[in-house]
């Protein structure tokens, strides 16, 4: 029994080990400009949404909003906002795989933004 414990222990202090040196791998977090990527287009959808309507960028809602004119102001705003260049930041996020990623964002690499409203027509 003693010896299947110090197994154990062994194994558990080798994969931490494994697991902290594969961590400790370099990461760029600057580019060096060479990569002239194009920016991420973004829209934000006006949707019907939990008894009133809300602007929809992917998967994500706004706050409800009573009316479509209100939804569509609040989202062009917001998309106004997100295209304001800014001070460089520190980002980190999750991708689809559960990794966390790290950079340093630049205050100009601003996406381009759209607000989808199909029609004003049935604003109440």
């Given at each position: 029994m003693r010896f299947i414990l110090v197994?154990?222990?062994?194994?558990?202090?080798?994969s931490y080990l494994r697991g902290r040196r594969q961590q400790q791998k370099p990461r760029a977090l600057i580019t060096d400009g060479r990569s002239k990527?194009?920016?991420?287009?973004?829209v934000y959808e006006i949707?019907?949404?939990?008894?009133?309507?809300?602007?929809?960028?992917?998967?994500v809602f706004s706050e409800t909003h009573p009316t479509r004119r209100e939804a569509v102001i609040a989202a062009?705003?917001?998309a106004e906002a997100h295209e304001m260049s800014g001070e460089d930041s520190f980002i980190e996020y999750q991708d689809e795989r559960g990794r966390w990623h790290?950079?340093?964002?630049?205050?100009?690499?601003r996406?381009?933004?759209?607000?989808?409203?199909?029609?004003?027509a049935s604003s109440r």
């Open positions: 197994l154990l222990g062994l194994w558990g202090v080798f990527r194009k920016p991420p287009h973004i949707v019907e949404h939990d008894g009133g309507w809300a602007y929809k960028v992917g998967d062009q705003n917001a790290e950079e340093i964002e630049s205050g100009d690499d996406p381009e933004v759209d607000v989808e409203n199909q029609t004003m």
